[in-house]
C-alpha cells in the first residue's frame, strides 16, 4: 500500500514546501504516496489518519497548536519541514511575535533542516521516507569539510567586527584561502552542522547558520560559540545574530 | 447576520474567504489573510547588508525579486549604479524565478481550473490524477521548473533564498561550464513553450471565457522600459482602458499611493475610487513591444472577449516564459556577461531615503527604506503585487457572489467558483502576508 502523507505550512514562506514541489522526484514522490491532505495542490478538505506529516513554517499564532496537535493525532510520524518548522526560523528576529519550533507543542519523528533544506538532501531524505526509512543527517559541523580550511584552527584573539563581507571585499571561494573568522568576520560554520554542501561559503560569504546546530539548543550554541571569540562590542548588541533562526525557549 | 469562511486551496499560503450573509443575501466577500508576520517591524535597526538576506525570507517563491528590490533600494541609498554585467546576472535570476514560479501555477493552479472552467473535466483532480493526466504535459512543465532551479543554482548558489545576491551587485562570475549549461536550458525551455502555446491556441482561442471572469474598470500598473517590456529598470505607468497613461518616476510614487505601515492594502490618491491591477494582465496592457515577432501573432489569436479577461493572464504567462527564454539567451550571448570584475565599495551613504522597483512575476514590487540622522534604517515600506490587487479582486468576488447566490442560493457553489476567481490572479499571499 502507498503511504499516506500530509503537507502543511505554518507560519512560513512557503520556500520549504516550493522547494520540494519544484524537485524532479515530486511527480514520482506523488505516484509512490496518496496525498491526504495538501491545501497548496490539493482540494481535500480534511485531516485524516496517514503515515508521514511533513510540517513547513514555524508556531506563531494560537490557533496554529490546535492544527499541529490535530496533525499529530492523526500521523504515525510527523518530521519537521525547514529552519522554521525545526527552530523557529526568521521570524525569531521579531520581538512581537513568537516564532517556536514545532517541537515545542509536539513530539516531532525527525527534522529536515536548512532554509530552504538543500535539494540533495531535500530530495533523497522525501524518498527515505517514502521507502518507510529514517532520515540520516550529518553529524558534522561545517568546519569539517569546509573548502577553505587548511588547517582546523580557530585563533580565539582575533577580534570579530562584522557578519558580511563588504561587496568589494568579497572573494570566490578558489581565490579565498583564509577562514572568514581569521579575516574578522563572523561565520556560524563551526556551530553548525554539515550538508548544505558549504553553499553560502563557496559563494565568498560566511555561514549564517540556516542548517541548525549540530546537536543541543540552537541560541545556547550560537550564545557558547560568541562567548569564545573576541567580538565587537556592535555585534554583541546585534540581534541579527542571536536570534537569526531561533530565540531561546520560552515558557508560554 | 452570518459569517461564511473557507479556507483557500490551491493558492501559495494561507487566505481565506469571508462571505457576509444577510437575510438570504450576500452582503460582502473578502479575501484575507489571517497571518501577519511583520517584516517592516523587525526589519528596523538591521545591518543595511542584511537586509536582503533577511527580506529573501518573505516569500519562496519571489525570493528574487525580493532581494533584487531590496539591493536597489541600498544602491539608492548609496547613490550607486551598478554595472552591466551585474545588471545581466540579475536579469537571469529573474527570469529563472518567473520561468519556475509561472510553471508551477500553471501545473497546480492554472490547469485543474481551465479543464473545468471549459468542460473539459467535470471532476476535481487530485494530485496523483492530476500527474498522469496528460503525462507529456506534466514532464514538460517539470523540464521548465528545472530550468528555472537550476539556473537559480548556477548563478544564484541556491534554487530558493539566492545566496550571490548582495548589495552592489551580483557575486560570481559565471563559468564556460554554466554559461553552456544555462544556454541548453532555455534552448529547451523555448522548444517546450512553443509547444504548450501552441495547445493552449488550440485549445481555447475559440472558445469564449465566461464572463465572471470579466475585469470591471480597471487601472494597469506596470514597470516599462519606454514601452518595451523590461522587468528590472524602467519607469513605472498607469494606463486606463486603451486610453492615455501617466507615466512617474519612482521617486514621486506617493504622490499616486501610499500605505499605512503595519496596515494592510494601499491607498490611491485618485479623484474616483478606482481598482488597480498590476501583474502579467498589467504588463500586456502597458507594454507596447515585446522585441520579439512571435508575441503579437500567437496574442491575435484571441478574440476580444479574452482581452478583458482575467483567464487571459494564464495564457499571458506563458508568453512571458517565452520571452524571458528567449531574452536569457540573449544575455549569455552578451560579452559584457563575462568581464570579470569586482563589486564597487559600498563607504558612504549618500541619501537617508533609498527606493527600489522591480516588477516581481506577480507584479510591481517597491521597497522603500528611510535612515534617521545616525544612519540606521528606521521606517521600511514594502508595496506587493497582491496588496495592490487586493480590492479589485474582493470587488470581483463579492459581485459574483452576489449574482451567482441570488440565482442558485447554494453556498457550496459560491465558495468553489469564487475561489477560482482568486486563483486566476495567482496571489503571493506569502509576499502579502510579510
Ligand atoms: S525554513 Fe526558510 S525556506 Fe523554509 S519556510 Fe522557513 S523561511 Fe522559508
Ligand atoms: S553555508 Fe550556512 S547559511 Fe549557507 S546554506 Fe550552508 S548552512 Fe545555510
Redesign the interface.
Known sequence: MKPRFILI?L?????????L??L?I??QF??RT??IY????????DIKECEIALVEGCV??E?QIILLRKVRRHAKKVFALGTCACFG???S?????IAEPLSNYIEVDGIIPG??P??KLFGNSVIRLVENKDITLSEKNMCANCPIWEKMEINFQINITK??P???E?S?NEENSECFLKKGILCLGPITRDGCEH??I????PC?GCMGPVSKDFTSNVINFLSLIELSQELKD???IFYRFSKPKMKR | MLKVVDVCKRVEGHGEVRILLQNDEVLSVNLEFEIYRGFENFLIGKNLFDIPKIISRICGLCYASQTIASCKTIEDIYNIEVSEHNILLRRLLMSAELIKSHSMNFFFQTLPDLLTIFNLSQKTFSPYELIKYYPQLTTSLYDLIKVGNEINELFGGRSVHLISLVPGGVIYSPSRKSITLARKYFQKALVILEWIIEKFIQLFANQTPPKEFDLPKFISLALTNYGNYDRYSGSLRFKENNKNFIEFEKQNYSTYFGKEINLRGIDFYFENEKNVIVGPFSRFNIVENYGIDEIPTYLDYFNKSWKNNILFTNFIRLLEMYIESYQGLQILDNPSLNIREKLPSLNSIKNLDGIGVIEAPRGVLIHHYHLNKSNYVDRINLFIATEFNLSLINDMITKYAQELFERTGDINLVKKKIQMIIRAFDPCISCATH
Open positions: 505550512s507560519t512560513s514562506c512557503t520556500g520549504c514546501i516550493s522547494t514541489m519544484s524532479d515530486f511527480p506523488l505516484e496518496r496525498i495538501f491545501p497548496f495542490i490539493s482540494d481535500a478538505k506563531s499564532e490557533t526560523g526568521i521570524l528576529l521579531s520581538n512581537s511575535k532554509c530552504p538543500p535539494s557578519i558580511n563588504n561587496p568589494e568579497i570566490l553553499k553560502c563557496k559563494m565568498g560569504l549564517e546585534y540581534t541579527g
